[in-house]
């Protein structure tokens, strides 16, 4: 695969930022101040660190349970079964496409994911897996019907008990992109592939879904954006580029 530019992966990694003039190059009646670029626009929080409101239980099979911490903090218990988890109620106030999910997430005890974000993507739907197949596969479930153990986007790495992990998923029209810790773990153009849920019980766990598999997970910070014009873009770019 041909490696994108840097200037385009800088533009995706972050806000466009104002330019500021060369010292001395202030603005003069001849030149006009070049207006600043916009402000990205604004993050909204889908956790307030005091209830429940606005999530709702997945419905999984043997179901731990969730609350909202003394810290203020969201825990998502280990249940009987394997699955444990919530989902938003607003599905249909939620982007499809051209919006970017933050949070941070640790495991408290357990052998697999500690976190699986269900998002939107145009009419379906897709899981990014943090830890999954024993505790230490990352991907993308599903791509053309291949969950994250199986596709292009699947990468190993460990994760420590009680560490918290900030992570970032992007998605725009056809790539969708994640980083743990600022590392970038995928980085896919889906054009022309089909995206879709893994079969089972994580379908429950639509439109948006924090989940976790035999393990207890917490979480904090949950937020969701839309993109800048820039980053849309700047994905754009990528995507023109792009040798799949």
Not at 15 to 34: I, Q, W
Not at 196 to 217: A, C, H, N, W, Y
């Amino acid at each position: 695969m041909k490696m994108p530019p840097a200037r385009v992966l800088a533009a995706l990694a972050l806000p466009l930022a104002a330019s500021s003039p060369a010292s001395g190059d202030g603005p003069t009646p001849e030149t006009p101040a070049a207006e600043a670029a916009p402000a990205a626009p604004a993050a909204r929080d889908l956790f307030d660190g005091k209830t429940l409101e606005g999530w709702v239980p997945a419905g999984y099979a043997g179901d731990g349970g969730a609350e909202v911490t003394p810290e203020g903090t969201l825990l998502i218990k280990r249940g009987d079964g394997h699955l444990n988890g919530l989902k938003r109620t607003d599905g249909d106030a939620l982007p499809k496409v051209g919006y970017e999910v933050t949070l941070e997430a640790r495991r408290i005890e357990g052998t697999d994911f500690f976190c699986c974000i269900t998002f939107p993507f145009h009419d379906s739907h897709a899981s990014f897996v943090l830890g999954g197949w024993g505790g230490s596969v990352c991907g993308i479930s599903c791509i053309d019907y291949m969950d994250a153990m199986e596709n292009m986007t699947m990468t190993v790495r460990e994760f420590d008990d009680e560490r918290w992990y900030k992570v970032r998923l992007i998605v725009s029209d056809h790539r969708l992109q994640a980083f743990i810790d600022g590392e970038r773990m995928v980085n896919a153009n889906v054009k022309d592939r089909k995206v879709g849920m893994r079969f089972g019980e994580i379908e429950d766990s639509v439109p948006f879904g924090l989940s976790t598999f035999q393990t207890t997970g917490e979480f904090r910070n949950i937020r969701l954006r839309p993109l800048a014009e820039a980053e849309k873009e700047a994905a754009a770019k990528l995507d023109e580029e792009d040798e799949f």
